[in-house]
């Protein structure tokens, strides 16, 4: 759920629930070397596909290699 769809109420209102505690993670505990994030899938995880749990794994990763200086609070994986 990248944006709010009428369409998917219950995971609308989820997905913006993640994202404000990332935020409010973020500004509680940032300062003490905290890296809070997200990575959103918008689509089905499937292996041999552009949803493939590899190519997504490769964000999780990058976030944790992350220098400070450039740290993201949100990734979109759109396949």
């Not at 003490?32 to 749990?53: I, K, R, Y």
């Amino acid at each position: 759920m990248p944006k709010p769809d009428p369409q998917y109420v219950s995971l609308s209102l989820g997905k913006a629930g993640v994202r404000t505690l990332v935020t409010l993670l973020d500004q509680a505990y940032g300062h003490l070397g905290v890296h809070v994030a997200s990575v959103t899938v918008a689509g089905a995880v499937v292996p041999g596909t552009n949803f493939d749990p590899d190519d997504i794994a490769e964000h999780y990763w990058r976030l944790h290699t992350q220098p400070r200086q450039r740290w993201e609070r949100e990734i979109l994986h759109a396949g």
